[in-house]
């Protein structure tokens, strides 16, 4: 049995799995960064996005403080229990 990356008979390399490796041209590497820039742009105003929501969430559930910011989960859990509350009283 041939262990992997081992030369065969006739010195031929085994076979390798999945899509070829293609040489990174300079042009490639340039496509390759802006698209990583752009993705890292998207991921930035996402999480822009959950923390400002996140902002407006603490500011309408009882507990809020402008000293100390509950952490996300808390707001989280927070909100989920005060619905639930509200709901308790409207039954």
């Known amino acids: 049995s041939k262990e992997e990356g081992e030369l ?3 010195g031929e390399r085994p076979k390798k799995r ?3 490796k ?3 041209t300079k042009a ?3 496509r390759s960064k802006l698209r990583r820039q752009k993705a890292n742009a998207r991921e930035r105003n996402r999480m ?3 923390n400002a929501a ?3 969430l603490r500011k309408v559930v009882p ?3 402008k000293t100390q910011k509950l952490s996300k989960i808390e707001t989280l859990r927070l909100a989920k ?3 639930w509350a509200l709901s308790e009283i409207l039954r």
Request: aromatic letters at 8%.
């Open 8 to 10: 065969g008979a006739e």
């Open 18 to 20: 999945g899509p070829k």
């Open 22 to 24: 293609r040489k990174m």
């Open 28 to 30: 490639r590497l340039e």
């Open 48 to 50: 822009h996005d959950l």
């Open 54 to 56: 996140l902002d407006n």
């Open 63 to 65: 507990c809020y403080s």
């Open 81 to 83: 229990n005060y619905i």
